[in-house]
């Protein structure tokens, strides 16, 4: 990096970054963590303590990650994902110890402003898609639509949410957020919602 750009994000001193890394500007990186070569951070993040990110993954701009969360290779974060405190990502569906499976990693996405809450397992191989929100302590084993809201173990899915985060109603395959007014309609088999006004 340049030293024009040295100075525009923040890199707290006990945190280790190998090279190759890049890091986009205002992004903060605080205590503890370990950014591994090849892994590309966006603008605008927020990294928590204990935060591990392996090599060639990449996080979107906005994205807020929050104290001991590993984001292994294979995993991608999109623009504006939080991620909960303690959320578990994996990369290999039949992990052993002494068998070598680093050309065998399931990718996972995470879509752009999906949140994770905390706790929350997430079973490789599996995205989640944009606006979508996992509850605390869940664990993800399937796909997650865009907007859903899922909870358990295993996780299902239990409604719809906004963008902006608010549980939607729908009557008629139709829903208006309570909060932002943003009009939602839904497709005919209710596995899919899209906005109509945003």
């Given amino acids: 990096m340049s030293k024009e750009q040295e100075h525009k ?3 707290h001193e006990s945190s280790f970054l190998d090279e190759k890394v890049i890091v986009g500007m205002n992004t903060r990186i605080w205590h503890f963590c370990h950014i591994m070569s090849g892994a590309h951070i966006g603008e605008n993040c927020i990294l928590g303590q204990n935060t591990f990110v392996g090599a060639k993954v990449h996080i979107g701009n906005g994205v807020k990650i929050q104290n001991n969360v590993s984001i292994y290779e294979g995993v991608n974060l999109e623009d504006d994902v ?28 995470v879509k752009k402003g999906a949140s994770i809450g905390a706790n929350a397992t997430i079973i490789c191989g599996n995205n989640i898609g944009k606006y979508a929100m996992v509850a605390a302590g869940s664990v993800v084993t399937k ?6 809201l899922v909870m358990g173990v ?3 899915q239990t409604g719809w949410v906004c963008k902006c985060g608010e549980a939607l109603t729908f009557e008629n395959n139709k829903a208006m957020c309570s909060s932002c007014n943003t009009s939602y309609v839904m497709n005919e088999d209710a596995t899919q919602i899209n906005p109509i006004n945003a």
């Avoid at 939080?82 to 399931?106: C, Q, Y």
């Fill in 143 to 148: 796909n997650v639509a865009d907007y859903a």
């Fill in 82 to 109: 939080f991620i909960g405190p303690s959320v578990v990502f994996t990369n290999i569906k039949t992990p052993r110890s002494f068998i070598e499976r680093k050309t065998a990693f399931a990718s996972t996405c």
């Fill in 154 to 156: 295993p996780a299902e």
């Fill in 9 to 11: 994000f923040f890199i």
